[in-house]
């Protein structure tokens, strides 16, 4: 059994990395004379991170074997964070199934991130390279921690920490202001779902009371799992609960209606995409749902509205996906309905399969992001309508690429056709209403997300170069805003292309774990679902649906068909489609108006223009004004008591004598 | 008893400034002295606070430093006393940080640099009297005599509407006092003592003669002003705004807190009152964090934003107060804690704030946030430790301003279910102007006009290390403070408890 202290040694280890270039390389850098320029102590930052997070990589492959040996359990103790009276704030580790399949893609796409942005991020001077793997160490760091946490307190913390690398990283190249409006953006929309996720921790803790009198605190993972096991939570306030961390999962995840900070993510470096909104911080939505998921099966009514979110997140991001240019924007849709998927699997209560897409998903999105990376590097631009033709200069981005568009759309035996299917099944073998539904919504993604992805892949390496960057700037009025490169059309040198291999190969191959057919020597059948059903949540093991898989191999190949005809053969001419079905378009290119809607109807209009300024007049013009006239009132008031005391004797005596007059009368009235 | 700590606590920084009054010195000398008595003003301030005995069955009060009969009048029993308990403690040592900072601060002061340093380091000794003082006579002489220099350090050396602002602080401040002065006197006319250790025990036993709710109702006034409460708020925003950096830092960094204090003091001696009107606290408390925050939105001047965002934040104090009333049959320690603990990090964040924002003015020579952009790419010490202040300001877990947020909505949350819930809406509020504000002023595109400022000077990045590490280290490692608090918090939810338990729900 692997000891504490190591598994510590999986999130410190990028901490240290942090640490270390935050307190002596960046400063070192900041205190040379010249700002540009790299040279050996800027390239220690990305040396030291990849070191770093290898190291974590390495134990966690270790910490997952050992809780394979294990059997899914490795029981850690609780630790006093702090106390105040009765209540007691722990943290530790939760070692099960979850975790551990989760620290090996954390750290795993991590560090395959990590060596391939030493050479995307070459160009950067001493300083913003240090800053770049500071920042970069420090999200990996906060991930583990994610991960790790066995209590709800100390998630939250580190689920805030995530967001914070991943505001640091979009706003990376701060001083473009699309940048700076896309990290604030992006911290404050996932910040509304948190508010949801606080309420439900203090409503959680609201039940602390029923709890310590079984000897629980609420707060710690497992002892929220007892209680839920017992009975002690109730079902109705289980869903209270599961709705709050639910919509902490809606904002992280990019789920409807809260998805829009994620395409407009892609400001950030293209490595950051892959990593934070794709592979790893996006997921940790799904992570939520499935490390709570006791809470959401104690109350029917939330499954079903995970089901239906996701469902719908899963068609209506993927229907976005279709029509736009940016080849980064397509893929972030693309993430955000798989997420969708993801959360359509939890809600129909295919918990393992969930784990599984997120699994596989990761490698290929991965490794789809690092290709676009590639791409810019050559053409110099994310927009496909400027690419074409790239397959010749860069065969090894192609294939790479190629594999992963495959694995994405569910091309039988890569990597996303087993996880897709086995969704799409579960959904199907549901039984319900709700079910069928979803399976519905589910299946027309999966023939959306093959065309968005063909189309994507014959615009950008197909036909004939359009000019990259220097076509772009020629047609844009502004093109200094668009941030384009060089044209340079070759291969991306070895350290940025050996990654996207190794992820081309999980791509192919990390579909084999998960086994339903038959035993294969070292992966016995079913061996991820036992695998995942060794932890909190009982797993149960459908067979294999032959039918179903035909069915959905048979979408995926039809919408990689339709993009074929459209965008290499251009039989069917997308002009013309994009004519016929105008508003369609229209609104699709806008996607939906919800940015307006957000941004400039809610926030802008009716918040800022609205409730905050009529707030800041009335502080101004009534309460100040008030303050003003009670003052205005004491000095006048002052003035007019003054006439009383003016110092001359004769007023004062015929004050006094009328006084007594006056008394003297009352008295003898009275009398 | 006479430990001495105390009286050297709150009589070096006033001692430090009447030497200089007196002898007088060129303005480098001045500040150099000034640096040195406020360095060692922090040692002792810290000293203090590690010398503070948590552990179970320790004295309550301690460091006691006590004359009986200071002022020998007959019916008059005014003893000198100070001491400090779980309460007070923390908020000494946070005094002692913001006073090294606000030295710091003024180092680029030059005009009438001298009497400067007197007024700022009477201030501090003065704010130390408060925090320490438990005879209500001696807590009022302070509370008054802190008025004078920040009175005097803002009209002198402010920017703006600088008289009016001074004089509008001195108005509503003194207005709050008159109220006090005539609550403490029907105390000590009832009970008959000025000790505030003993009032508690004072106040129960003379219950049927005290008016409890006038009396409390006339302390707690001079205490929402303070605080401030909205709507009495106004002096606030222009108060920080036309002061000079240093005035700022420590007018919210400590001088706010002396409200809070008091309230949890008198909180203490009237239990059953504070119960009674905690519905009240708790909407207040949420008013405070609401208003403040979308008022915030509008503000243009940094400072402005930040006094604003001052009244959102002492509002989670407030909120964490009305859980006071207590849940279930009991009182919780979680809610008071954290409006204590709310009240050190407040300080440390804002003090930290306003630090920054006048080294921005110094060199932009403007605060006017349209006018400024950019700033990082040419400060990016500066802009990082902006970045710290603003995430510890939006709560961001690791920092200080987090675990001091979860407390209170921890600790209210039971007893006010949705009012909370609102409140808490506050975070996401919070985070939208302080990410604005950090976007308008340190990122996008670098103004031209900025293109040759300079970053911090390592003697700038003093103060802001020191409450940058008091940030972080409350924020990683709570323990080390929240354990002085809650000793500090606990006899009152005995007293509160007591109060429950008497069977009024």
Known sequence: MISESLVWLIFFAPLASFVLIGLVIWPLAYARPSTTGRDLLGDSAGYLTVAAVGLSFVISIAALFSTISSHGHIEYPARSWLEVGAFQLNIGILMDPLTAVMLVVVSGVSLMVQIYSIGYMSEEGNRPFARYFAYMSLFTASMIGLVLASNIIQLFVFWELVGLCSYLLIGFWFTRPSAANAAKKAF?????????????????????????????????????????????????????????????????????????????????????????????????????????????????????????????????????????????????????????????????????????????????????????????????????????????????????????????????????????????????????????????????????????????????????????????????????????????????????????????????????????????????????????????????????????????????????????????????SAEAMGERFRSAYTVLSAKYYFDELYEDILVRRLFYGGVARALDWGDKNVIDRIANIVGWLGVNVGGALRQLQTGHIQQYGAAISIGILIIMGLYLWFL | MFNGWLTLAVFLPIGAALLIALLGSSAARVKVFAAIASLAELVIALAIFLSYDTSEGAERYQLIDRVAGWIPVET????????????????????????????????????????????????????????????????????????????????????????????????????????????????????????????????????????????????????????????????????????????????????????????????????????????????????????????????????????????SHMGFVVLGLSSAVGAAGAVSPVGLTGASLQMFTHGAITGLLFLLVGYVYERAHTRHIPDLGGLAGRMPLLAAAMLVAGLASLGLPSTA???????????????????????????????????????????????????????????????????????????????TITDVFSTGIQPIVEALQLDLALGRQ
Not at chain 1, 398 to 414: D, E, K, M, N, R
Not at chain 2, 256 to 281: C, H, N, Q, T
Request: proline share 4%.
């Open chain 1, 188 to 572: 404050i929309v996932t910040r509304i779902g948190d508010f949801g996720f606080l309420l439900g921790i203090l409503y959680l803790f609201f039940q602390q009371d029923a709890l310590s009198a079984l000897g629980l605190n609420g707060l710690d993972i497992p002892d929220l799992y007892a209680a839920l096991e017992t009975g002690a939570i109730a079902g109705g306030v289980a869903a209270w609960i599961a709705a709050g961390v639910f919509a902490g999962a809606v904002g992280k995840s990019g789920q409807f209606p809260l998805h829009t900070w994620l395409p407009d993510a892609m400001e950030g470096p293209t490595p950051v995409s892959a990593l934070i909104h794709a592979a790893t911080m996006v997921t940790a939505g799904v992570f939520l749902v499935a490390r709570f998921f006791p809470l959401f099966q104690a109350s029917g009514e939330m499954m079903t509205v995970v089901a239906l979110v996701g469902g719908f997140t899963a068609i209506f991001a993927a229907s976005m996906g279709l029509v736009m240019n940016d080849v980064k924007r397509v893929l972030a849709y693309s993430t955000v309905s798989q997420l969708g998927y993801m959360m359509l699997a939890l809600g129909v209560g295919a918990y393992a399969f969930a784990i599984f897409h997120l699994f596989t998903h990761a490698f290929f999105k991965a490794l789809l992001f690092l290709g676009s990376g590639s791409v810019n590097h050559a053409s110099g631009t994310f927009d496909m309508r400027f690419m074409g033709g790239l397959r010749r200069f860069m065969p090894w981005t192609y294939y790479t690429f190629l594999i992963g568009s495959l694995a994405l759309a569910g091309v039988f035996p890569l990597a996303g056709f087993w996880s897709k299917d086995e969704i799409l099944a579960s959904a199907f073998h549901a039984g319900s209403a709700v079910g069928y539904l979803v399976y519905a919504l589910g299946l027309t993604a999966a023939f959306m997300t093959a065309f968005y992805m063909f189309r994507a892949l014959f615009m950008t390496f197909e036909g004939e170069f359009r000019g990259g960057a220097d076509a772009e700037a020629k047609e844009s009025e502004d093109p200094d805003s668009l941030h384009l490169g060089h044209v340079n059309l070759r291969e991306s040198p070895r350290v940025m292309v050996a990654p996207m291999a190794v992820l081309a190969v999980l791509a192919v191959i990390a579909g084999f774990v998960f086994n339903p057919l038959t035993s294969l020597g070292v992966v016995p059948i079913h061996w991820f679902t036992h695998f995942m059903g060794e932890g909190p949540v009982a797993v149960e093991i459908p067979d294999f649906d032959i039918i179903l898989a035909i069915v959905s191999t048979a979408v995926a190949l039809a919408g990689i068909f339709t993009a074929y005809k459209m965008y290499y053969r251009r039989e069917w």
């Open chain 2, 76 to 311: 008059f029993e005014v003893q000198y006393f100070l001491a400090v308990d779980g309460l007070s403690a923390p908020l000494v040592l946070l005094t002692g940080l913001l006073g090294l900072v606000a030295v710091y601060a003024s180092w680029s002061v030059e005009h009438r640099a001298r009497e400067y340093f007197v007024w700022l380091l009477a201030l501090q000794g003065a704010v130390m009297g408060v925090f320490t003082s438990l005879d209500f006579l001696m807590f009022f002489l302070f509370w008054e005599l802190e008025l004078i220099p920040m009175f005097f350090l803002i009209s002198i050396w402010g920017s703006g509407r600088r008289e009016y602002s001074a004089m509008k602080f001195l108005i509503f401040t003194i207005l709050g006092s008159a109220f006090m002065l005539v609550g403490i006197l029907i105390l000590f006319f009832t009970v008959g003592s000025f000790d505030m250790t003993q009032m508690p025990a004072l106040v129960r036993q003379f219950s049927g003669a005290i008016p409890a709710l006038p009396v409390f109702a006339l302390l707690f006034a001079a205490f929402a002003v303070k605080l401030p409460i909205w709507p009495l708020h106004t002096w606030l925003p222009d108060a920080h705004t036309d002061a000079p950096t240093a005035a700022s830092v420590m007018l919210a960094g400590v001088l706010l807190k002396m409200g809070a204090y008091g309230m949890f003091r008198i909180g203490e001696m009237f239990p059953d009152v504070l119960r009674d009107v905690s519905w009240l606290l708790a909407c207040a408390g949420v008013v405070n964090i609401l208003y403040g925050a979308a008022v915030v939105l509008r503000q243009t001047d940094m400072k402005r934003l930040i006094a604003f965002s001052s009244i």
């Open chain 2, 401 to 479: 301003g987090f675990v001091s947020e979860i407390h209170v909505f921890l600790g209210t949350f039971p007893v006010w279910g949705w009012l909370t819930a609102l409140g808490a809406f506050g975070v996401v509020l919070t985070a939208g102007y302080i990410l604005w504000m950090l976007q308008r002023v340190m990122l996008g595109p670098l103004n031209p006009r900025f293109a040759d400022l300079r970053d911090a000077t390592p003697l700038e990045l003093v103060p802001v290390a020191a409450l940058v590490i008091a940030i972080m280290v409350v924020g990683i490692f709570p323990a």
